[in-house]
């Protein structure tokens, strides 16, 4: 039996529930919310990672992902242990007030960016976007100490398992060689654009 794999399961599938709800509010927020709702939604997002937080981050899981080493699990859910260990170190590496002061800057440097990109308003999003930078740099801080990873690279780690700067570095050393000649080139023989202007009745528009 699995029985202590089953209880994880269980466990993460409550998890899954409250990032799905977390989805669906950014989803709004992102599309369809009145602006003014921003600050409330920015709150109520850093409770649900929060909740999630304190989910993942117990004894009674850390408890169950080592259990499941004795158990006859197949090659699917020794995969799924995996990523729940993950999920489980990430959330034991950085506690849950950073998580939560994290959640709720990246939401409201996100509302006022879309708000002010129109004007191209940089500066009107600058001071919000040095906050989200500074509690990055906690982040990353918790993660490197315990990952043992430089900071950089415990931060790629979070979104990409394995790969480390000395990966990327080349890539991008390629495309700043390449690009700008290409952007000239393609810039040189772009056609100017033809501006289209409204309103135009449902007539002209089945035409």
Known sequence: MSMHYETLEARFSKINDLNHALAMLQWDDAAVMPSGGGVARAEAVATLNGLIHDQLSTPEVA?????TADEPLDAWQRANVLEMKRSFDTAMAVPVDLVTAYSKATSICEQTWRRLRAANDFKG????????????RRRAQCLAEAKGLGHYDALLDTYEPGLRQTDVDPLFSS?????PECIDSILARQQPVIPIDGPFTERRQAN
């Open 175 to 179: 495309l700043s060689d390449f690009l």
């Open 125 to 136: 999003v600058l001071s919000l976007l040095s906050e989200v930078v500074n509690l990055t």
């Open 63 to 67: 408890e169950l992902i080592q259990a």
